[in-house]
C-alpha cells in the first residue's frame, strides 16, 4: 500500500520559516519524481517544486524562487520543503505528489498559515 505522508505544516508569522517533509512508503522511491504542490481556500491546485528521481530539480512556481528549496533523500524515502521568508499568500494546504510513468500517488496534505 502506497502511503505518503506530509509533515511540518504550521501557523508562522510573515518572514517565518517552515520545513516540510513527506515520508513515502509502498513505493520504489528512487524511480518517482517527487513534487510539492499547494492549495489555497477558492483557488486551484498548484505546482510549487519537483524534483527528479535521481535529485536534479526541474520546477520552481515563480513566485516562490529564491525562497523555497526542495531537495529529496533517496535513502530515507523523503522530500522536503524549506520555505524561508513566507508571505501570507503563501498560505495552503501542501501537499506531496509521487509520480512515475502513468502512476501518481498523493498525500493527505500539511496546512501552512502564514499569519501576524
Known amino acids: 500500500q502506497v502511503q505518503l505522508v506530509e509533515s511540518g505544516g504550521g501557523l508562522v508569522q510573515p518572514g517565518g520559516s517552515l520545513r516540510l517533509s513527506c515520508a513515502a512508503s509502498?513505493?520504489?522511491?528512487?524511480?518517482?519524481?517527487m513534487s510539492w504542490y499547494r492549495q489555497a481556500p477558492g483557488k486551484e491546485r498548484e505546482l510549487v517544486a519537483t524534483?527528479?528521481?535521481?535529485?536534479?530539480?526541474?520546477y520552481y512556481l515563480d513566485s516562490v524562487k529564491g525562497r523555497v528549496t526542495i531537495s529529496r533523500d533517496n535513502a530515507k524515502n523523503t522530500v522536503s520543503l524549506q520555505m524561508n521568508s513566507l508571505k501570507p499568500e503563501d498560505t495552503a494546504m501542501y501537499y506531496c505528489?509521487?509520480?512515475?510513468?502513468?502512476?501518481?500517488?498523493w498525500g493527505q496534505g500539511t496546512q501552512v498559515t502564514v499569519s501576524s
Open positions: 505528489n509521487a509520480k512515475y510513468a502513468t502512476l501518481t500517488f
Open positions: 509502498g513505493v520504489t522511491f528512487g524511480r518517482y519524481a
Open positions: 524534483i527528479r528521481s535521481a535529485g536534479g530539480v526541474t
